[in-house]
């Protein structure tokens, strides 16, 4: 299989529903070009750049954040389902307000002291990995008259090679905001799409304690495009 | 085979998740000559990208991928926000002369990936650490053609240590973004 055999899920560079690609997004095609030695390397963080504590969003502050509590959990893998082991993945989002805790966000909803909305995981020797969070509530923003972002959390992930760098956001199943929000659906392929909605599994959660979902993701495979493929 | 989880845009948040306290330094297990790698991200209206979030990749001065390291963040490895001015720096050291696997050799060049608002994608390119007349041998200058302008830093003309290199996301001198 070469990297021309794999069906391209990602979104368009020009995307013009989603306005801020207008000025954005690169007007030429790709260049193509071999691949650089050292592109099927990638960045090894040491154990200690994510300290477990870092997997916990909800004991960042004094007293537990509001919000639906949650365990985001799942594995991580290439599109051949091979784990990705021993990666970083980092996580932010808003709160179950729908504010983050960012100055340039100036959304008219609470920010929460006690959530910061950040964390930070490595995956273990599987390519599994496990959050504890808030579900992040719904915002608007002014791409278009009425526009809300359906509830998101965004992830970073480094995979083990330069080439499967991947940022994504994970929406949740059933929300009435995901058909009409332009970012989910600049991802031309539906199956693709789906792929970034998480599954509802309440035995990854605590029993009277917080909701469990789980979120799979695939990466591509570590090898660089090849030429002329 | 498995569908890939797709990309989406990075937003204007990221810095809430992603800031890496003294990201733009890059660490190495060897030592080599110590460079600043500056400049500005300009959208296609000519407007300064003040939330664009740069990594950098690069060889070692040996012109090796590096590896696990004893430092605190990850070998070869930077991530810096743009500023109010939409500039990045990064302080790490001149990458080695790569070889590939039929010999040929890569000028000093450093991976640049570029997450931002807007971008559904990140852009990926790589930036030439070298003067335009010692690139003929070089794979990524020879199949960049007439754009290859759009790669390499410029060194100043006081400071050797001080590379410049602008991003353009569109316009006459788009920088050469590459499929990888």
């Known amino acids: 299989m070469t990297a021309r055999d794999r069906m391209d899920v990602d979104p368009p560079y020009d995307y013009p529903l989603y306005k801020s690609t207008v000025f954005r997004a690169p007007k030429q095609p790709l260049l193509r070009v071999a691949p650089h030695p050292i592109e099927t390397a990638g960045p090894v963080f040491p154990k200690s750049f994510a300290k477990e504590s870092a997997a916990d969003l909800t004991t960042w502050g004094k007293s537990a954040p509001l919000g639906e509590k949650m365990i985001l959990a799942g594995r991580v893998t290439d599109e051949d389902g091979s784990p990705i082991r021993d990666s970083l993945i980092e996580l932010w989002q808003c709160n179950a307000s729908g504010r983050y805790a960012h100055p340039v966000d100036q959304h008219d909803a609470p920010l929460d002291p006690n959530f910061l909305g950040q964390g930070k995981v490595l995956t273990d020797g599987n390519g599994e990995y496990r959050f504890v969070t808030v579900k992040p509530g719904a915002y608007p923003w002014r791409n278009h008259p009425w526009a809300w972002r359906p509830a998101h959390i965004h992830l970073s992930l480094f995979g083990n090679a330069y080439a499967q760098r991947l940022i994504t956001q994970l929406f949740f199943p059933g929300d009435p905001l995901l058909p009409i929000d332009p970012i989910f659906n600049s991802v031309p392929d539906e199956a693709a799409r789906q792929r970034m909605v998480c599954t509802l599994d309440l035995e990854k959660g605590i029993e009277e304690v917080a909701l469990g979902y789980r979120f799979d993701i695939v990466l591509r495979g570590p090898q660089a495009t090849p030429m002329g493929a | ?180």
């Open chain 2, 1 to 180: 085979m498995t569908i890939r989880t797709p990309s989406q845009t990075i937003g204007p948040f990221f810095h809430v998740g992603l800031k890496w306290e003294g990201g733009e330094k890059v660490a190495f297990q060897s030592s080599g000559k110590s460079i600043v790698l500056t400049g500005r991200v300009y959208d296609g209206a000519g407007n300064a990208i003040t939330d664009a979030l740069i990594e950098s990749w690069q060889a070692d001065p040996e012109g090796k991928a590096p590896g696990a390291g004893s430092a605190a963040s990850a070998p070869g490895y930077s991530r810096a926000a743009t500023d109010g001015e939409g500039r990045y720096r990064i302080e790490t050291l001149m990458p080695g002369v790569c070889s590939g696997a039929n010999g040929e050799k890569y000028a000093p060049q450093i991976h640049v990936t570029i997450f931002a608002r807007g971008l559904l994608k990140a852009l990926r390119t790589r930036v030439l650490l070298a003067e335009a007349g010692s690139l003929g041998g070089d794979p990524l200058a020879k199949a960049a053609g007439p754009r290859v302008g759009t790669l390499i830093a410029k060194q100043d003309a006081k400071d050797a240590s001080l590379w410049e290199w602008d991003v353009r996301m569109q316009g006459t001198d788009e920088t050469a973004f590459l499929e990888i």
